[in-house]
């Protein structure tokens, strides 16, 4: 009966209030790519090849994985990206299921006659409390140079970020958004579509390393689909 009052929903409406405002773009959305994309642009300059669609845009296709400087900056950088997403991802579902009370439904009596007992949020147990640990070594150590002391019990579960833990967990949510989004761009529309767009067009005589288009094709799709997943993290976030 969707008239029935659904206390997930409650919750997850609670947790969901201020996402707009975490996953919010701003034009610094390409400051942490940078350096990828200037060597990048350097791989088309050396051919003088002004953008992905240009004339003679296919004569780096291939060179994206060739270049193992390259490779390696953008490989390392996928790699931050999705630690970090899966960092901040662990560390908010582990707050929000001690925060939020646990529904058990008993389906041991008569037939229709299903009960259900709310328990009390975990934080609420001092020997769950007294166990729970959010700032695992050594990120307790990176936590503590911008934390400040917990004031309460709900401060405490941010672990060493104590009271700063809403507003550095906040940020970091943002930028870790802003990274993925920026990468994702690039790696779609300056790689992944030229390499397309070259073997749908039976790889022209243009293109100088045809035998590496399928292999980088390969390589950077895995990069973009990894990254598209880190998107699907901030909303389960809260």
């Not at 008239?3 to 947790?15: A, M, W």
């Not at 307790?140 to 911008?146: A, D, F, K, T, V």
């Not at 550095?168 to 993925?180: G, R």
């Amino acid at each position: 009966d969707e008239s029935k009052f659904q206390l997930e929903n409650y919750f997850t409406k609670i947790f969901g209030k201020n996402l707009e405002e975490m996953v919010e773009l701003s034009p610094l959305t390409w400051l942490p790519l940078i350096p990828v994309i200037a060597l990048g642009t350097s791989i088309d300059l050396s051919r003088d090849i002004v953008s992905a669609s240009s004339a003679n845009a296919f004569e780096s296709c291939g060179e994206f994985i060739s270049n193992l400087g390259f490779l390696t900056v953008q490989a390392g950088t996928v790699a931050v990206a999705v630690i970090w997403g899966v960092w901040n991802f662990w560390k908010m579902v582990e707050i929000k299921n001690m925060l939020i009370p646990t529904l058990v439904r008993d389906a041991g009596g008569a037939p229709g006659e299903d009960t259900a007992v709310l328990l009390p949020p975990r934080y609420e147990d001092e020997q769950q409390m007294a166990q729970f640990n959010s700032s695992p070594f050594p990120v307790n150590l990176i936590e503590s140079i911008w934390g400040k002391p917990a004031r309460n019990i709900q401060e405490q579960l941010f672990g060493a970020a104590g009271r700063k833990g809403k507003e550095i967990y906040s940020n970091s949510i943002k930028c870790n958004v802003w990274l993925v989004v920026a990468q994702l761009v690039f790696i779609t529309t300056q790689i992944v579509a030229r390499d397309l767009s070259a073997l749908s067009q039976g790889l022209p005589a243009s293109v100088r390393e045809p035998e590496m288009v399928p292999l980088e094709l390969a390589v950077y799709g895995f990069f973009a689909a990894l990254l598209v997943g880190q998107l699907w993290l901030p909303p389960q976030k809260f």
